[in-house]
């Protein structure tokens, strides 16, 4: 017998076995056909869905400059951290360490994500430094992702915070330039389909769906070089006269353009830690006051109108008082006797304010007020603006007609006051303000005043700041200059306070032909000199003088620096010699 005869066969199981292997193949090549033919579809769809999401592409939103091109306002690209909660809810032992990172309470976020655990998206921290986003991702923490936004950023910071305003965190406009051109500035946010890994951290951009479009450049009409001077010297006068606050505005006389716009307090737009509305609103467009004295040109302007009065019109203000009515007597600083109309302006004598006023009819000083835009919103748009008050004139009597020739029982904006003063100074022709530049829109230009008119007021406010004015401190080396002084009483509970003033000045230059037209306003300015004269008129000199020069005009009073036109006029024939004598003045 031979010796594998012994040896037992195992046919049936091997085919058992290779039976096993035929039959789990058939299913492996039938499940294969499944997921690959069958239900394709369905299985990509459930991967897109785990791993495929669409995306927002933020848009960057436009830049705001000066007139020069300038930067007030740019977007800077940011990341926010952002979370899936439900993701995150399988990580629970790691969210001490991110909210840790994060500068976040445990408490809070675990509050956070327990209001929202039903969505797939929550912003844990928004616009943070690239460090701080490199921290949070080294944790590797699933359902914790970086997202790109933009954030706003001011150079300038609070010099032009008040015209420039800012955006939130969503960057929407929230005040200002900002908040009047949004719908401008603002982009469209685009969108791709990306695909993310279990941290949803992007892996791969698998498509655009559509391109964010920008938002569109907006400049403005103010010139950064003047808004610097006004700021800094508005912020000194504030400080060393301890005064509530101020504000300042700078016009350009032949276009109506805000080259300059700055109050105190300001604020820092790039840090609003603690804001207050004291240190946020505009106040050159949303604080209103009673003029005072500044208003004195217009009521000279009405009494010439009417015909019955001259710039040599003697008015005789007595011995410095008037007694209108039982209630009301009208006084002067000083006993100024028999003067005539432009030494009224020059000396600002209330007396022969309230004098010319009561002379002429009451409709005659409202016309006049009421077309130099006392009352009335200005072209501005800007957010918040007031109207003032200027009430109409059959309601007046002969204490208001009184008192509205000095300034009192009217309410008028330092932006209302600048552009009256402008018209004053563009022979009574009035430029709508704009504080973008001239020409982007329809041009909005009238007549207020006669060319006549408007031109001896102008020299009546030449006296007021000369060195026998009330407004000499405004005076401007090398240039002519013309203004007006005003000390207001404020309102309180009762009447008038006793000691809470309003120091003004408003005035042009220079005065041969004007260019600029300035308002100053120090609110409440403590100490010994309270006078519009003693705060206010200097802060214009100041600005007016580096302006003037900034923008290359040139000097109109050379003979105030010592210089004869015979000294810097040199010899040539007469059709040169002519002509450079026109240039010169």
Same mark, same amino acid.
């Given at each position: ?31 294969? =056909? ?43 690209? =940011? ?11 399988? !990580? ?67 010099? #032009? ?8 965190? %969503? ?51 103010? %010139? ?78 009405? !009494? ?16 410095? #008082? ?59 748009? #800007? ?8 009430? %109409? ?111 003004? #000045? ?61 000294? =810097? ?17």
């Amino acid at each position: 017998m031979s010796e594998h005869a012994n040896i037992p066969h195992y046919d049936g199981r091997l085919r058992f076995v290779l039976g096993l292997l035929g039959l789990a193949t058939a299913v492996l090549m039938w499940r294969v =056909v499944d997921l690959h033919v069958l239900n394709r579809d369905f299985l990509q769809h459930q991967g897109d869905a785990r791993a495929l999401r669409v995306v927002e592409v933020a848009a960057h939103r436009g830049m705001i400059t000066d007139r020069h091109g300038e930067p007030l306002a740019i977007s800077t690209p =940011v990341e926010s951290v952002w979370a899936n909660p439900k993701e995150l809810a399988t !990580a629970r032992n790691q969210w001490k360490a991110l909210a840790r990172v994060l500068e976040l309470e445990p408490r809070a976020l675990e509050q956070l994500l327990a209001k929202r655990q039903e969505r797939e998206f929550v912003y844990l921290r928004r616009h943070i430094t690239p460090e701080l986003a490199q921290k949070v991702m080294a944790l590797e923490i699933p359902g914790v992702a970086l997202q790109r936004e933009y954030r706003r950023y001011y150079p300038a910071g609070e010099v #032009f915070a008040h015209v420039v305003g800012f955006t939130n965190i %969503d960057d929407a406009g929230q005040e200002g330039m900002e908040l009047l051109h949004d719908a401008w500035l603002k982009g469209t946010p685009g969108s791709k389909r990306v695909i993310k890994d279990r941290l949803g951290r992007i892996v791969e951009n698998v498509e655009s769906i559509s391109e964010p479009r920008p938002g569109q450049d907006l400049r403005l009409a103010l %010139d950064r070089r003047i808004q610097y001077l006004a700021y800094r010297e508005l912020k000194a006068v504030v400080q060393r006269s301890q005064a509530r606050a101020g504000s300042a505005v700078v016009l350009d006389v032949t276009t109506g353009e805000v080259l300059a716009m700055v109050n105190q307090p300001a604020y820092n737009p790039n840090n609003r830690s603690g804001l207050s509305s004291e240190r946020l609103r505009n106040r050159t467009v949303t604080d209103v006051f009673e003029p005072g004295s500044t208003i004195k040109p217009f009521t000279a302007a009405a !009494a010439l109108e009417s015909g019955k009065f001259r710039p040599d019109t003697p008015i005789d203000t007595g011995s410095g #008082f008037l007694r209108v009515n039982s209630r009301l007597t009208v006084r002067d600083v000083h006993n100024y006797g028999r003067i005539d109309v432009s030494r009224v302006i020059q000396k600002s004598s209330n007396v022969g304010a309230a004098t010319m006023a009561l002379a002429i009819k009451p409709q005659q000083l409202w016309d006049i007020f009421s077309r130099i835009g006392l009352g009335t919103m200005t072209a501005s748009a #800007f957010p918040g603006e007031a109207s003032g008050l200027l009430t %109409d004139h059959v309601r007046w009597r002969e204490t208001e007609r009184a008192t509205l020739s000095y300034g009192y029982g009217l309410s008028v904006t330092a932006l209302q006051l600048a552009q009256a003063y402008a018209a004053l100074a563009a022979d009574g022709t009035m430029h709508a303000v704009t504080l973008l530049p001239a020409g982007s829109g329809v041009p909005d230009i009238r007549q207020v005043m006669r060319p006549q008119i408007a031109q001896q007021v102008r020299a009546m406010l030449e006296l007021a700041v000369s060195k026998d004015g009330t407004g000499s401190r405004a005076a401007v080396p090398g240039y002519r200059v013309g203004g007006k002084t005003g000390t207001a009483r404020k309102v309180i509970a009762g009447g008038y306070s006793e000691d809470h003033y309003l120091a003004l #000045f408003a005035g042009f230059a220079p005065a041969t032909v004007p260019r600029l037209a300035m308002v100053v306003v120090i609110d409440e300015p403590q100490g010994a000199e309270y006078y519009g004269g003693q705060v206010a008129a200097p802060v214009f000199g100041r600005v007016m003088s580096g302006a003037l020069r900034l923008l290359d005009i040139a000097p109109d009073d050379l003979e105030s620096l010592g210089v004869k036109l015979a000294d =810097v006029t040199a010899p040539a024939p007469a059709a040169s010699a002519s002509t450079s004598s026109r240039g010169i003045l």
